[in-house]
């Protein structure tokens, strides 16, 4: 059987990031890599978007940026500008070439379809590869959406929707978002944050035309991608042994208010990448748990009041935009984390932390 200094089971995202930070870096110049991916072909599945709050290797994939964004509830509407943090969409096509081409130049990089190929033995394995057995009664953030072009001028490229509240609900937390890459194409996508195994609310496809033709006035356009996927809102409590650790979403990469991940993922890359010759003994790199204890309270105060998710999102950005953008984004400081705190319904989120 075959032998690997490092194996990355699963060549996604997480997989994908975190050869490439250590090819280019030169840290597999020495050593081996055999990737375990079973897909034939990498075509465009998804879209990461994000506040760029740090520097990553992907802006050449940056489908389009903006610095201006909205919130709409059924009541209101609020404009938020983003300048010093834009808000950045990665095109995974792009994404995919960008490193495929940079790896395959490296012979000591193998791509093999089953893991049964290899003598694990003697490598260190980084698992992306998530187990989500018997976890579909936990809260999801599940999505479809469709990238559309109109016939004429319809939209405002300069301005994202990043959550419209002004749909039909059903007793869960549902909201379009809206990404106008030209004045003629965008991303609108239907996302729901409920447990995944609710089939009632997987009717997508009506969804998206209601809203195109009832909310938009939207009647003639051309359909030219589709995606689909559920992000966890809950940990995954991998165990680590000596010799693997998990990355990704299976390493609990995730913000679970939110659901980015793309981000993280980098930053996990590069801690991985900065201490790869000492691998079996450093510390796991994590999300900062304060994010996870604020975030588990916001998710119970929206399972049990899901009608709120509206107003909370609203409140947060009555904060200043860079504290609340540094709060989603895992990057803010104590008083910023109490700005956020103090703008949330106080009764409701004591109650949950009672």
Same mark, same amino acid.
């Given at each position: 059987?075959?032998?690997?200094?490092?194996?990355?089971?699963?060549?996604?995202?997480?997989?994908?990031?975190?050869?490439?930070?250590?090819?280019?870096?030169?840290?597999?110049?020495?050593?081996?890599?055999?990737?375990?991916?079973?897909?034939?072909?990498?075509?465009?599945?998804?879209?990461?978007?994000?506040?760029?709050?740090?520097?990553?290797?992907?802006?050449?994939?940056?489908?389009?940026?903006?610095?201006?964004?909205? $919130? &709409?509830?059924?009541?209101?509407?609020?404009?938020?500008?983003?300048?010093?943090?834009?808000? =950045?969409? $990665?095109?995974?096509?792009?994404?995919?070439?960008?490193?495929?081409?940079?790896?395959?130049?490296?012979?000591?990089?193998?791509? +093999?379809?089953?893991?049964?190929?290899?003598?694990? %033995?003697?490598?260190?394995?980084?698992?992306?590869?998530?187990?989500?057995?018997?976890?579909?009664?936990?809260?999801?953030?599940?999505?479809?959406?469709?990238?559309?072009?109109?016939?004429?001028?319809?939209?405002?490229?300069? $301005?994202?929707?990043?959550?419209?509240?002004?749909?039909?609900?059903?007793?869960?937390?549902?909201?379009?978002?809206?990404?106008?890459?030209?004045?003629?194409?965008? +991303?609108?996508? %239907?996302?729901?944050?409920?447990?995944? &195994?609710?089939?009632?609310?997987?009717?997508?496809?009506?969804?998206?035309?209601?809203?195109?033709?009832?909310?938009?006035?939207?009647?003639?356009?051309?359909?030219?991608?589709?995606? =689909?996927?559920?992000?966890?809102?809950?940990?995954?409590?991998?165990?680590?042994?000596?010799?693997?650790?998990?990355?990704?979403?299976?390493?609990?990469?995730?913000?679970?208010?939110? #659901?980015?991940?793309?981000?993280? !993922?980098?930053? =996990?890359?590069?801690? !991985?990448?900065?201490?790869?010759?000492?691998?079996?003994?450093?510390?796991?790199?994590?999300? &900062?748990?304060?994010?996870?204890?604020?975030?588990?309270?916001?998710?119970?105060?929206?399972?049990?009041?899901?009608?709120?998710? #509206?107003?909370?999102?609203?409140?947060?950005?009555?904060?200043?935009?860079?504290?609340?953008?540094?709060?989603?984004?895992?990057?803010?400081?104590?008083?910023?984390?109490?700005?956020?705190?103090?703008?949330?319904?106080?009764?409701?989120?004591?109650?949950? +932390?009672?």
């Amino acid at each position: 059987m075959r032998e690997f200094d490092y194996i990355i089971i699963g060549g996604g995202c997480a997989g994908l990031s975190l050869a490439y930070e250590l090819e280019i870096y030169d840290k597999l110049k020495d050593k081996t890599l055999a990737i375990i991916e079973p897909r034939e072909d990498y075509i465009r599945d998804k879209t990461w978007s994000f506040w760029k709050v740090f520097s990553h290797n992907f802006d050449d994939c940056v489908k389009k940026s903006w610095i201006n964004f909205t $919130i &709409n509830t059924p009541n209101d509407t609020k404009f938020v500008n983003c300048e010093p943090t834009p808000y =950045q969409t $990665i095109d995974s096509g792009m994404f995919y070439e960008k490193i495929l081409s940079k790896l395959k130049l490296n012979k000591n990089i193998q791509f +093999l379809k089953n893991i049964d190929q290899i003598d694990k %033995s003697n490598s260190f394995v980084f698992n992306s590869v998530p187990n989500f057995e018997n976890r579909k009664n936990e809260l999801w953030q599940h999505f479809y959406g469709v990238e559309i072009e109109t016939r004429k001028d319809f939209f405002d490229e300069e $301005i994202f929707n990043l959550m419209d509240f002004n749909c039909d609900q059903r007793n869960r937390v549902h909201f379009f978002y809206t990404l106008p890459f030209t004045k003629k194409t965008a +991303l609108i996508e %239907s996302t729901w944050i409920s447990e995944l &195994n609710n089939n009632s609310l997987n009717d997508y496809e009506e969804q998206i035309d209601d809203y195109l033709c009832n909310h938009l006035n939207l009647r003639q356009c051309e359909i030219h991608f589709k995606e =689909q996927g559920a992000i966890p809102l809950f940990r995954q409590n991998n165990v680590n042994k000596s010799n693997e650790i998990y990355i990704g979403s299976a390493g609990d990469m995730t913000r679970l208010s939110t #659901g980015y991940t793309f981000l993280n !993922i980098q930053e =996990q890359s590069r801690y !991985i990448r900065e201490n790869i010759e000492n691998i079996k003994n450093i510390n796991l790199f994590k999300i &900062n748990s304060k994010y996870d204890f604020l975030d588990k309270i916001l998710l119970r105060v929206l399972k049990n009041n899901p009608n709120e998710m #509206g107003n909370i999102f609203f409140k947060v950005f009555n904060s200043k935009s860079k504290t609340a953008i540094n709060f989603l984004s895992n990057k803010s400081n104590f008083f910023e984390d109490l700005e956020v705190i103090l703008k949330m319904p106080k009764w409701k989120f004591l109650k949950e +932390l009672i």
